[in-house]
């Protein structure tokens, strides 16, 4: 199986920067896409980054602000967070999308994988 684990969250004032990190653990042979979403509280999840064949996308609100980079040797990808804002604090979530790993007898595809999230707060 593949598993999905953030670490870098913390506590920033304003102003301040963050760089969270995502691995992919397991047998795993391609992933597609990476990214990071994020929910605050009383929202709906959002779309932070992806990144896919060199390709990255970003929202609007965090466009020249956050950058979104991938180790694919390590199965790895970063989310740089500069400039952080009180409205930047939320859950972080890390996602995998088009994972063709391993199983127990042969290769298997996995669509969507999710990180258990990491709490990013942005305050002075």
């Known amino acids: 199986q593949v598993q999905l684990v953030e670490s870098g969250g913390g506590l920033v004032q304003p102003g301040g920067s963050l760089r969270l990190s995502c691995v992919a653990s397991?047998?795993?042979?391609?992933?597609?896409?990476m990214g990071w979403y994020r929910q605050a509280p009383g929202k709906q999840r959002e779309l932070v980054a992806t990144?896919?064949?060199?390709?990255?996308t970003y929202a609007d609100s965090v466009k020249g602000r956050f950058t979104i980079s991938r180790d694919n040797a390590k199965n790895m990808v970063y989310l740089q967070m500069n400039d952080l804002k009180p409205k930047d604090t939320a859950v972080y979530y890390c996602?995998?999308?088009?994972?063709?790993?391993?199983?127990?007898?042969?290769?298997?595809?996995?669509?969507?994988?999710w990180g258990q999230g990491t709490q990013v707060t942005v305050s002075s």
């Open positions: 397991g047998e795993i042979i391609k992933i597609n896409t």
């Open positions: 990144l896919a064949d060199g390709v990255s």
């Open positions: 996602n995998a999308k088009g994972v063709v790993f391993m199983g127990s007898v042969t290769a298997t595809y996995a669509s969507d994988l």
